[in-house]
């Protein structure tokens, strides 16, 4: 089922008025609806998301009437202007984030996107993100600074995505909830919790996620299905009064089990298995992963002046087979931060700060013989030093607001090779690469109208998976890579219209110079390889609408173009094409219908074709997805509350691309989304 952007928002346009048009007529004595108010932390100091001179928006997912389940964190990124979520319905990749066009050449994890996790950097001192970790089910906010962060958090082209475990309410509260459904999706999470009694008492919260999925690939050399998944998510959160501030401390720990069904060539698109590779199957594709993290930080007044102090650490092990080889790695990764802040002369809001990580990861390379450790091709050793300096400044002069931010990284790479032999050197080696990254923005109220502006730097450095893996096969560093760096620059508007819709207009320019792109090789199928293009410009516009219709009908919506085209390719075939992986038009929207006797949450998805070649001879088709979730009101007695809902995705069964894999070898480029699945879900809480 494909519909052009025009129907699609006609469908929106349809569906806003008519559960408006009901709402008013239920509004019988209410005259205004206000737009909830928005504060974002992403610019490292609390700011009215109204008077940021950057692109930033926000999601209240604690705020949302129908529980969120813990399958995909797409379902809770819904409608955020200028991200692109690709779900892989493949829990051995995950899922693909995209900001105005970077992120899209991973395969696996996260590029080109800053992340943090209550505090704690999901993204590596190398630039690699991994977002296995973030249990979904207990996500209370979300926040999303699109462009550069590189000023603001290091080493990121594409923004910074901020997430928050939900905070628990005032006293105590236990609630369990599971989910069960199509795919053989398994879903249970319990969760206790104390707010204290919201004076400065302590508070602290536990919840486990246990997720069991069957998937929806064929496996086609034993029957059954390929691309099952387990995974068990703890997170945890502490937080009291310590001398005039704020200590908190959260942990997070992961167990996933995953299969990967791999991607098909377009021959097989429409096959209604949607059959597994069978050579992933045969070679038992997939991923095995341990992880625990855990950090503290500490925030109040020192002296005259604000400060934080943080610091953080994780491990993780990974064992990874993929068509012809077989990954572990183990990892540990520590860091420690420390700022401090103030006002000057009550215009000036400054703050400074020093940042320190190290990373250390122990690889071994094994041939793949049907999933088991074959023979040893690469032992190394990769170490990671990330040092940053940062300052930041914010003053208004007149009506006109200024915020800026200026970055000193220094990111040093080292690798150790353990595995020499006759004909296989030593690849040790070193690589430093430092950038100074300065942000400047400015906002101007005009009318209820705020005009906003800014120009921004970056560097994004390759991550150790993009170093280490060489087509050639040796050890040590690709020494061919380099830093992918650019400029950025801004113009926007955001304002209201009455007191019932928000809306915001971006448009951008990005230039780099030595953007990563991904490829393939004959001898090693499967696996993917990283090389510069020369040059490369994105052009973009987000636009995002935000409001009341009445009573009990909310609505957000986001409209995204992004032109990214390679100026100088890797090949001269591509020059002048549109970057692969990217979808040069997206439209999102979610209706939320909150009555006295149930809930409802209407999701419309619209994408536009995407390319998936450097020479852009192919293309994934466009697509239109409609999802539904309805929930009844909550039955309470007492202290107990029970909540069911069930949810329809994929409603009108469309057969699209969820993801593809850019610049496959033998035109594999398609990974399949599932057709139309049901899931019921059963809430119980209970407050002592």
């Known amino acids: 089922m494909t519909l052009r952007l025009p129907v699609a928002a006609a469908l ?18 209410t005259t205004v609806v206000q737009i909830p108010p928005m504060t974002v932390e992403v610019l490292r100091a609390p700011t009215s998301g109204a008077l940021s001179p950057f692109a930033v928006a926000g999601i209240d997912l604690a705020a949302a009437p129908i529980p969120t389940g813990g399958a995909f964190l797409a379902d809770a990124l819904r409608a955020l202007p200028g991200l692109e979520v690709q779900n892989r319905h493949n829990y051995a990749v995950g899922e693909r984030l995209s900001v105005r066009g970077f992120g899209a050449r991973s395969q696996f994890g996260v590029r080109g996107l800053r992340a943090v996790l209550d505090g704690i950097p999901a993204t590596l001192p190398d630039g690699q993100t991994t977002l296995d970790h973030v249990d979904p089910a207990s996500l209370g906010r979300v926040e999303l600074l699109r462009g550069p962060g590189s000023a603001w958090w290091g080493n990121g082209a594409g923004g910074v995505l901020l997430l928050e475990s939900r905070a628990p309410a005032p006293g105590q509260q236990i609630d369990a909830r599971a989910i069960m459904g199509a795919l053989g999706r398994r879903e249970l999470t319990a969760r206790a919790a104390n707010g204290g009694d919201g004076a400065g008492s302590p508070s602290s919260s536990v919840a486990v996620t246990h997720l069991r999925w069957d998937g929806f690939r064929t496996n086609p050399l034993a029957g059954g299905t390929y691309g099952e998944a387990e995974r068990t998510i703890l997170t945890a959160r502490y937080g009291r009064d310590v001398g005039a501030g704020t200590l908190r401390v959260s942990a997070v720990g992961l167990d996933l089990d995953a299969e990967n069904p791999g991607s098909l060539p377009a021959d097989s698109l429409d096959d209604p298995d949607r059959s597994a590779w069978g050579n992933n199957v045969r070679q038992g594709t997939g991923k095995t992963v341990r992880q625990g993290q855990l950090g503290a930080s500490w925030r109040g007044p020192l002296a005259s002046h604000t400060a934080e102090v943080a610091a953080w650490g994780v491990a993780r092990e990974l064992r990874n087979p993929i068509p012809g080889t077989v990954v572990e790695v183990d990892r540990v990764v520590a860091g420690a931060r420390v700022a401090v802040g103030g006002v000057v002369g009550g215009t000036l809001d400054w703050g400074a700060g020093v940042e320190a990580e190290v990373q250390s990861d122990d690889r071994l390379n094994f041939g793949n013989d049907d999933g088991r450790n074959g023979d040893l091709r690469l032992d190394q050793s990769e170490r990671v030093r990330g040092t940053a300096l940062f300052l930041r400044g914010g003053t208004s002069l007149g009506a006109l607001e200024v915020q800026g931010a200026v970055r000193w990284d220094a990111v040093a790479f080292r690798v150790d090779d353990h595995f020499v032999a006759e004909g296989d050197p030593d690849d040790s080696g070193r690589r430093t690469l430092d950038a100074l990254s300065p942000s400047i923005g400015v906002m101007l109220p005009v009318g209820s109208v705020g005009l906003f502006g800014s120009v921004a730097s970056f560097l994004e450095t390759p991550t150790t998976t993009e170093l280490a893996n060489r087509p050639e096969g040796s050890g040590g560093f690709n020494p061919d890579i380099e830093p992918t760096r650019g400029w950025t620059a801004e113009v926007g508007a955001r304002g209201t219209a009455g007191a019932r819709l928000g809306w915001e207009i971006v448009a951008f320019r990005t230039a780099l110079d030595d953007e990563l792109v991904p490829f393939e090789v004959p001898s090693d199928p499967g696996r993917t390889f990283f090389r510069n293009a020369g040059t490369s410009t994105h052009r973009g516009v987000e636009l995002a609408l935000n409001g009341r219709l009445g009573a009990g009908v909310a609505f957000r919506s986001a409209l995204t173009h992004v032109d990214a085209r390679f100026d100088e390719g890797p090949t001269e075939a591509s020059d002048g094409e549109v970057i692969p992986g990217r ?59 029970i909540e069911p809902w069930a949810e329809i995705g994929n409603l009108f069964d469309a057969s699209y691309v969820g993801s593809v894999t850019v610049n496959a070898f033998g035109g594999r480029y398609y990974e399949p989304a599932p057709g139309r699945t049901l899931s019921v879900g059963l809430r119980v809480g209970f407050r002592p």
């Not at 569906?15 to 004595?29: C, M, N």
């Open 583 to 641: 979808v040069p038009t997206r439209f999102e929207t979610r209706v939320t219908v909150q009555r006295s006797a149930f809930n409802a949450e209407v999701d419309l998805s619209w994408a536009d074709e995407m390319p998936v070649d450097d020479a852009g001879e192919s293309v994934a088709p466009s697509w239109f997805r409609t999802d539904l979730r309805v929930g009844l009101e909550p039955l309470r007695s007492g202290g107990a509350v």
């Open 12 to 29: 929106s346009t349809l569906l806003l008025t008519a559960a408006g048009a009901h709402a008013q007529q239920e509004e019988s004595d």
